[in-house]
């Protein structure tokens, strides 16, 4: 399982160049299910809204901080509005066990961030 980001389907203005970086890593795991396939491996990308880490604050403004804490649907039901590991870690445990069958896939996880 590869993470890359929701912004490769968010479209928010001056992010261009860390999803653009993600966007490699998104056909390279589509590369890789297809590569590794015939042995019974299945490899799949997990995109996560902003997720509630030190480097996300340390990268951001307040102002955008406050913008991406309220940008998802579900952002009132989340104790600060972003993703949180405990979020991903369901969903790798599934690709990884009974989700198999689920390859060159990108899950977007991020509670409704790409639905604004």
Known sequence: VTIVSS???AYTPFY???P???AAVEHFTRAASKEFGGRGISVNAIGPGPMDTPF???QESPEAVAYHSTAAALSGF???GLTDIDDI???VRFLATE???ITGQTILANGGYTTR
């Open 99 to 101: 989700g198999w069958w």
């Open 16 to 18: 261009a160049i860390y």
């Open 56 to 58: 996300f604050y340390g």
């Open 7 to 9: 912004l490769l389907a």
């Open 20 to 22: 653009a970086s993600k």
């Open 89 to 91: 870690a369901p969903i």
């Open 78 to 80: 989340s104790r600060k």
